[in-house]
Nanobody, 116 residues
Framework: QVRLVESGGGLVQAGGSLRLSCATS????????MGWYRQAPGKQREWVAH???????YYTDSVKGRFTISRDSAKNTVYLQIDSLGPEDTAVYYC??????????WGQGTQVTVSS
């Protein structure tokens, strides 16, 4: 079973940037896609971005141009660079191998809080 550990969240002012990391275990990382989801207070968890095993990236419309997903296969790690943060980005961020629809279990997530 894949283990997912998210990190890199924090409190940041609007307009700032963060880089989130998702460390994964399991030998299937190199052949698996990986994505990021987020859950804002009082809202359902939503898909944000995905990177395929071949490096193709996909984003939900609301984050295009501000979020960048990448992967380092040597480190079994996926990253989410978030720029131009706004209060609407406040959420717990999770990684998951599912593309638009989550698969399997979740990690603990990492909290991103944007102050205006």
């Amino acid at each position: 079973q894949v283990r997912l550990v998210e990190s890199g969240g924090g409190l940041v002012q609007a307009g700032g940037s963060l880089r989130l990391s998702c460390a994964t275990s399991g030998s299937r990382f190199a052949i698996s896609g990986m994505g990021w989801y987020r859950q804002a207070p009082g809202k359902q968890r939503e898909w944000v971005a995905h990177i395929s095993s071949g490096g193709t990236t996909y984003y939900t419309d609301s984050v295009k141009g501000r979020f960048t997903i990448s992967r380092d296969s040597a480190k079994n790690t996926v990253y989410l660079q978030i720029d131009s943060l706004g209060p609407e980005d406040t959420a717990v961020y999770y990684c998951n191998p599912g593309y638009r629809v989550p698969i399997g279990s979740w990690g603990q997530g990492t909290q991103v809080t944007v102050s205006s």
